[in-house]
T-cell receptor
Framework: AQKVTQAQTEISVVEKEDVTLDCVYE???????LFWYKQPPSGELVFLIR??????QNEISGRYSWNFQKSTSSFNFTITASQVVDSAVYFC??????????????FGTGTQLKVEL | EAQVTQNPRYLITVTGKKLTVTCSQN?????MSWYRQDPGLGLRQIYY???????DKGDVPEGYKVSRKEKRNFPLILESPSPNQTSLYFC??????????????FGNGTRLTVT
């Protein structure tokens, strides 16, 4: 079975601080994809990144960066110089190739990030 | 514009009154699915469809029905809603259902309250 754990339920930071959101996953698949989504207060899901299991290079996109470590089954997300607009719930998700459900995503429980002035 | 459209965005209903949440995609996607989101549980798959007339249960199908008569539409039906179905619902689609080979596109969500 697949599982995604986001142990941090809620994080509060002051604007301009860096913050890291943790994600640990479990899967028996050898080929799988990892995702991060942002859910602002308006409720929609905003896709941030998709990374396949064969690509362990870290990725940076503006203030966002992702650290994928297969050895520890982790896919952590760092926001540098956080801003109030970063306040949202962030979900980590996993999709494999042998798990049922078709193109199914297994989501973590989410981390609520609050960025205050 | 490529999109997944859900309606309504907000719905308040009473226990036992049948309702349908519609989902439509304009990308000619074969695969569609429904998720529900609950606090502390993340998103969980309700039903999915690999193609027209092919549907199957996800992780939490009890109390729901779906149909896939046309490729673009995948309505979620609650025959007799109960308060424990109060949730935020998302429809999603992708080119095909081969796990993770094509990205999922999500609708904007339907917030359902059953009193």
């Amino acid at each position: 079975a697949q599982k995604v754990t986001q142990a941090q339920t809620e994080i509060s930071v002051v604007e301009k601080e860096d913050v890291t959101l943790d994600c640990v996953y479990e899967t028996r698949d050898t080929t799988y994809y990892l995702f991060w989504y942002k859910q602002p207060p308006s409720g929609e899901l905003v896709f941030l990144i998709r990374r396949n299991s064969f690509d362990e290079q870290n990725e940076i996109s503006g203030r966002y960066s992702w650290n994928f470590q297969k050895s520890t089954s982790s896919f952590n997300f760092t926001i540098t110089a956080s801003q109030v607009v970063d306040s949202a719930v962030y979900f980590c998700a996993l999709s494999g190739t042998i798990t049922g459900g078709g193109n199914k995503l297994t989501f973590g429980t989410g981390t609520q990030l609050k960025v205050e002035l | 514009e490529a999109q997944v459209t859900q309606n309504p965005r907000y719905l308040i209903t009473v226990t036992g009154k049948k309702l349908t949440v519609t989902c439509s995609q304009n990308m000619n996607h074969e695969y569609m699915s429904w998720y529900r989101q609950d606090p502390g549980l993340g998103l969980r798959q309700i039903y999915y469809s690999m193609n027209v007339e092919v549907t199957d249960k996800g992780d939490v199908p009890e109390g729901y029905k779906v149909s896939r008569k046309e490729k673009r539409n995948f309505p979620l039906i609650l025959e007799s809603p109960s308060p424990n179905q109060t949730s935020l619902y998302f429809c999603a689609s992708s080119l095909n259902g081969k796990g993770a080979s094509s990205p999922l596109h999500f609708g904007n969500g339907t917030r359902l309250t059953v009193t």
